[in-house]
C-alpha cells in the first residue's frame, strides 16, 4: 500500500493506493513529461493566481478588478468537455485583475484572475 496526498481545487486528500503483484510497473506522474502550458504570470504583491484546472471556454466572467470577493464565490464559469466548470475564489480578498474574457479559450494552467 502507498499513502499519497492529493491537493483538488485547494482542498486536500489522503488517498491510499494498493499495489498489486505480478502488475507491469507504472511510471509515476511526476515522471512523464508534461505538455506545454504557459508559464503563469507573477502575482501581485501579496496576490494569488486563479488558473484553469484544464483547457475549455470561458463562458462567463463573473467578476471586474476591484471587486470583494469571499472564498467559494464564483468568479469564472469554464466549458470543458460540454460541462460548465465554476471557477471559485480560494479566498477572502479583492480581484486584483482578471486575465481572460467571455468567449476566450484557455489551456491548463492559464492565469484567470488574481486576488490580493
Known amino acids: 500500500m502507498k499513502k499519497y496526498r492529493v491537493n483538488v481545487n485547494g ?10 503483484e505480478g502488475e507491469a510497473a507504472v511510471a509515476p506522474a511526476a515522471a512523464l513529461a508534461p505538455a506545454a502550458a504557459p508559464a503563469p ?8 493566481t486563479v488558473n484553469a ?9 463573473n467578476v471586474t478588478a476591484g471587486q470583494e470577493v469571499k472564498r467559494g464565490d464564483v468568479l469564472v464559469v ?3 468537455m460540454k460541462m460548465e466548470n465554476e471557477i471559485m475564489a480560494p479566498n477572502d480578498g479583492t480581484v486584483a485583475s482578471v486575465q481572460v474574457t467571455k468567449g476566450q479559450s484557455v489551456q491548463s494552467g492559464a ?4 486576488i490580493a
Open 11 to 20: 482542498t486536500q486528500y489522503d488517498i491510499t493506493v494498493e499495489v498489486l
Open 41 to 48: 504570470a507573477a502575482p501581485a504583491a501579496g496576490g494569488k
Open 53 to 61: 484546472p484544464m483547457p475549455g471556454t470561458v463562458l462567463a466572467v
Open 78 to 80: 469554464l466549458e470543458a
Open 111 to 114: 492565469v484567470l484572475v488574481t
